[in-house]
């Protein structure tokens, strides 16, 4: 892991870093960073790793509850290249919606590559950063995002035992999603949006009731999967802190 | 409203009182009670004003919150007499469930004649409360509760313009209820009960969907209406205290 640029601002330590092919960033508190716990953020399809609403997010969590926050770039996302088939994908997405076709399928086929490829990716930074001297192996691990970071997050948490709780949503479904809700018994927050023009209400409800997790909380809030209510940010936080914090009752 | 007794221990006062008929109490800081906001109490069905739930929720709300909170008796409930008719509709109830035969007639019959009777009660006892003078008239009110006390607390809500938010779940649906959701535009947390076997899971999605709110959270946790996580009560007091704080960005 190369540290390639260190910014700080309003309490936040910004560096970017380079993992082999992997581009990703480090935001963590000014002070008391040492054992924090950490969240891994993902980025929905078509954004990057410092989209505004994932910066947004990760600084209320660095500030607000004293986590550091690791985003990574998803491959052919953000700095990182296409292959000449992520090229084909894109372009039969983007043929597809403006000619009112589907998009189901042609998002199941590049989901389930770029999740081949991004889950060994998040291991190996999980690696990485715990080799961190400030973050070691002890800090509790919790890993955030909606649409393709959860495409990703879901077989990411059930093959990742270092993950003890994670919030997923806004994802279009298809059978690999749903065998590794299956699979996955952490503490889960799942947000619907419940006004989706994209993605089929009942199949977020259905994937919700797949996951094997005893404690799993579904929140439903007007709107598409772009318009999620800030005071998700904040319950996600709560959340986390619930997980991260041993029980005191 | 007359204080017949009063109580204070670990922060809170108690104070039960009487208004008429209505027997109630009232839960306040020991300390900054002065304008505290406000929130109305329901219990369930078959319970009463300090259902062990219900006092420890009230006392979450005043010690971590600062809340004031008041809870009333429903007709027939607590330390209120039953009538010949509401002991006719018990006695339905529980002959209903030992012989499997279905609850939902006999609920809706006894729970909008409940409502007819609570719904002024509920307002009869905010303007005594609102006459004292730690409570007064510029405080933000919201209300709190589940089953009947949702069932009662819905026509409220759409008849007081007094409640500016309120978090209700787990009700037996039947047309009144959609019809008062439908007027409800006020903030609403909604708890869902995901694997309640009395209340059909499908109907509690569409009352949410019902609602006008524009400000509207579903919460779905799995278990039944009995068994309701603790982190729900954290979380409504995270959404009474942002909707009852002006916003500051």
């Known amino acids: 892991m190369h540290f390639i640029a260190e910014t700080s601002s309003n309490g936040v330590v910004e560096r970017n870093f380079t993992l082999g092919e992997i581009t990703g960033v480090l935001w963590s508190p000014a002070s008391g960073a040492d054992g924090a716990p950490l969240v891994l953020m993902g980025h929905p399809g078509g954004l990057h790793k410092k989209a505004p609403g994932l910066v947004a997010r990760a600084h209320y969590y660095v500030t607000t509850c004293g986590f550091t926050v690791a985003a990574i770039d998803a491959p052919g996302h953000g700095d ?49 950063l715990q080799a961190l001297p400030e973050i070691g192996t002890a800090t509790p691990i919790g890993y955030t995002g909606m649409t393709l970071a959860s495409a990703i997050g879901l077989p990411l948490a059930a093959v990742e035992p270092r993950i003890t709780a994670a919030v997923f949503g806004g994802v279009f479904v298809y059978d690999a999603l749903t065998e590794a809700a299956r699979q996955i018994t952490i503490p889960i927050q799942f947000l619907l949006p419940w006004d989706d023009d994209e993605i089929d209400r009942q199949s977020g409800l259905d994937l919700y009731d797949a996951f094997a997790s005893k404690d799993k909380t579904l929140h439903a809030n007007p709107g598409t999967h772009h318009q999620v209510p800030w005071h998700e940010t904040e319950t996600s936080a709560h959340f986390f802190h619930r997980h991260f914090t041993p029980a005191t009752t």
């Open 80 to 128: 990182r290249p296409r292959t000449p088939q992520d090229e084909r994908w894109v372009a039969a997405l983007l043929n597809a919606r403006a000619a009112g076709e589907p998009l189901g399928p042609i998002i199941t086929d590049y989901n389930i590559s770029l999740t081949e490829r991004a889950v060994p990716e998040w291991q190996a930074t999980l690696d990485a």
